[in-house]
């Protein structure tokens, strides 16, 4: 399966500050999901890169995919109290496998106030 | 429009038992899947449901069952409760194109 390793596993920033989460895996994918979790609740989706796809924009946040690499960070920009969170990662194959997401530890981000 | 419904949010149940949770996808999602959340292991893939059938399954045993009905509404089984059981209960679902899910926010389950 393709499941993701993010690093770190604990980042805490201030707010204002950018955060900086890395995400590796191993097979090929289709595309690649980043997902965000409050504290003891369900994971909301952010944004998803597909394969074909090196940037991508939305609101604050930026993710890149180095498929050469097998790579893909996630840039929050002017951190604010509210992200703080656990980010996840989730690459995705083809076929039916796509839909089989498996996701690593995630990154705690802590934004300080 | 509506969101990933799961019920119940929180249960106790008492080492031995079985229990049934339940999700309701998106309207026009026909693909269900679930996860176990614990502080230890982490997020782990339970199965993934398509238009009734199992499509994909993770690394569990055989205590641990679901099912989709005609509706994509879903419901998971866990039989002969253990204490290791206990966990955060997610369920997720997508449409045709797997172009991300949509988390319920869970059911609680406490085995004691």
């Known amino acids: 399966s393709q499941q993701g390793e993010e690093d770190p596993q604990a980042l805490s920033i201030q707010e204002g500050e950018n955060a900086t989460m890395n995400c590796s895996y191993k097979?090929?994918?289709?595309?690649l999901q980043w997902y965000r979790q409050n504290s003891g609740r369900g994971l909301v989706h952010l944004i998803l890169?597909?394969?074909?796809?090196r940037e991508k924009h939305s609101g604050r946040l930026r993710v890149t995919l180095d498929t050469s690499k097998k790579s893909s960070s996630l840039l929050i920009t002017a951190s604010r109290a509210a992200d703080t969170a656990s980010y996840f990662c989730?690459?995705?194959?083809?076929?039916?496998?796509?839909?089989?997401?498996?996701f690593g530890k995630g990154t705690l981000l802590t934004v300080n106030p | 429009k509506a969101g990933v419904t799961q019920t119940p949010r929180y249960l106790i149940k008492t080492r031995g038992q079985q229990v049934t949770l339940s999700c309701s996808p998106i309207?026009?999602?026909?693909?269900v899947s679930w996860y176990q959340q614990t502080p230890g292991q982490g997020l782990q893939f339970l199965f993934e449901y398509f238009s009734e059938t199992q499509r994909n399954k993770g690394n569990f045993p055989g205590r641990f069952s679901g099912r989709q009905f005609s509706n994509s509404r879903s419901e998971m089984n866990v039989s002969t409760l253990e204490l290791g059981d206990s966990a955060l209960y997610l369920c997720?679902?997508?449409?045709?194109?797997?172009?991300?899910?949509?988390f319920g926010s869970g059911t609680r389950l406490t085995v004691v």
């Open positions: 989730a690459p995705a194959g083809y076929g039916g496998s796509n839909y089989k997401l498996t």
């Open positions: 997720a679902s997508s449409g045709a194109t797997p172009d991300g899910y949509t």
């Open positions: 309207s026009g999602h026909r693909s």
């Open positions: 890169i597909r394969s074909n796809e």
């Open positions: 097979t090929s994918i289709n595309n």
